[in-house]
């Protein structure tokens, strides 16, 4: 680059600064906002095959392109045995390494030859598995879909590096307070639960073997507890076609696992402090038990959650951020699944302002289960939900995800059209209501990781605190 280049390039990185002091003009008068638009209830065709696989189509106009989510519930983190937390993101991870005809390679080759990709992710409720291609390959993708869903060989050599892989990656997590601090908060709001036991430890990564992995696959993946969804330029009536030609001849291994129980309703609040001697800051974490997605507070919570810690403009990060200056961001909220939920909020704070951050959390909290919401605020955040939500499902692809989605945790597929206009309906007195009764401070667990020597004292004021390095 030149001389005379450069310092063009600095004179346009700079110019805004030039002008920072001039004020923007802004028209006297804006015209209101226009009315929220519900997504319309998408026209789904269901289709039960015989061995109780259910199938929903959504056809839609637009790129010649299919999307399929294949959700299985009861196959994920939940469904872990206590020697073994984390193995269905191992299982998951693994789906597409090797089938009975194909290995790695030939799978990725396959599904790059039909201009797309399938792949597999875990969750607390279940196993996603999600697949695209142009239209024109749609029965040949479905068909690579329900043989990676349904005859995945767990070749020796790619479980070894997988294995391999997770310990690494353990051990980079294990050096972030981050996911010390959700550890234990998991464990402060679920206690013995499945929902409380989903990371991985060196054990659990050491102990899994193909063996297990098929034999796991074999009791969890089952057509009775799955769903496929199909969306995109597709006709119905074909849709079901190529999906009883893939998945017809799938059959049920055995009885059905029981499903996860509920995860409790109340916890007794616990003072963690995990040192990290050194560090410069602290990693906040406060939490409860919250709520479980099929119930009537549902969409009041979604709502209560974006207010109080669900975006840039929620109360405790203008708080903790904009106002005090004490982190880069903070966040409070619902955590929502099939059988239970968790209330969970957070930071990475200073050493010197821990103490103020959790007084300004629960400042908050207490504020939301008081005062009612005022007007503008609360129709400001009903935009935003609304907003983030439609444009979210603009896409084929994210409309598969959100009813697959959906399924796993016991909602039905009319909520995507629903959401919208049940947001819109909540009222400020639902909001404190929700606010009074999940964000009451003294039933939140308080999970601090820090340096013992910095922050110690400022903790006294929010109860005993067990003191570990684990």
Known sequence: MNKLMLTLTISLLFAPLAYA??????????????????????????????????????????????????????????ADDLQHPGFANLMAGLLNEGTAKRDSRA????????????????????????????????????????????????PSKEVALA????LQSLKVQEATPRFRAERALGKAIYGAHPYGQTDPTVEAISSATDAM?????????????????????????????????????????????????????????????????????STIRIGSPGIAAGVDELVPMRLTSTILGGGFSSRVNLNLREEKGYTYGASA????????????????????????????????????????????????????????????????????????????????????????????????EQVRAIGKKYFAPENQSIVVVGDKAAVAEQLKAFGEFTVTDK
């Not at 638009?37 to 056809?59: C, F, M, R, S």
């Not at 294995?163 to 997770?166: G, S, V, Y």
């Open 163 to 166: 294995k391999a892989n997770a």
């Open 213 to 281: 992995l098929r034999a796991e696959h074999a009791k969890r993946f089952r057509p009775d507890h799955s769903l496929l969804v199909i969306t995109g330029r597709i006709k119905e009536a074909d849709a079901i076609k190529l999906a009883q030609k893939a998945f017809g001849e799938w059959k049920s291994d055995g009885p059905a696992q029981a499903d996860t129980a509920p995860a409790p309703a109340s916890a007794r609040p616990v003072r963690v402090l995990l040192e990290r001697g050194g560090s410069v800051q």
């Open 107 to 154: 799978i990725a080759e396959a599904a790059q030859g039909m201009g797309g990709s399938v792949g597999g992710a875990a969750t607390l409720d279940g196993i996603v598995i999600s697949a695209n291609a142009v239209a024109s390959q749609a029965g040949a993708m479905l068909d690579l879909l329900a043989e990676v869903a349904r005859q995945p060989s767990f």
């Open 21 to 78: 002091a001039e004020p923007v003009p802004t028209p006297a008068a804006m015209p209101p906002y226009g009315k929220d638009k519900p997504i319309p209830a998408p026209h789904i065709v269901k289709k039960t095959l015989a061995n109780g696989l259910q199938v929903w189509v959504v056809a839609r106009s637009g790129l010649p392109r299919v999307d399929f989510v294949l959700a299985v519930r009861g196959a994920g983190y939940a």
């Open 333 to 428: 909220g619902a955590r929502v699944y099939r059988n239970g939920g968790g209330i969970v909020g957070g930071a990475d704070v200073r050493n010197a302002v821990s103490g103020a951050a959790l007084t300004e959390f629960f400042s908050e909290y207490r504020r939301i289960g008081t005062e009612l919401v005022p007007a503008p605020e609360l129709e400001m955040n009903k935009r935003y939900v609304a907003g983030t939500y439609l444009v979210t499902n603009q896409l084929q692809r994210a409309v598969a995800g959100t009813l697959a989605s959906n399924w796993l945790i016991g909602l039905p597929p009319e909520f995507l059209g629903q959401y919208v206009p049940m947001i819109q309906k909540v009222s400020s």
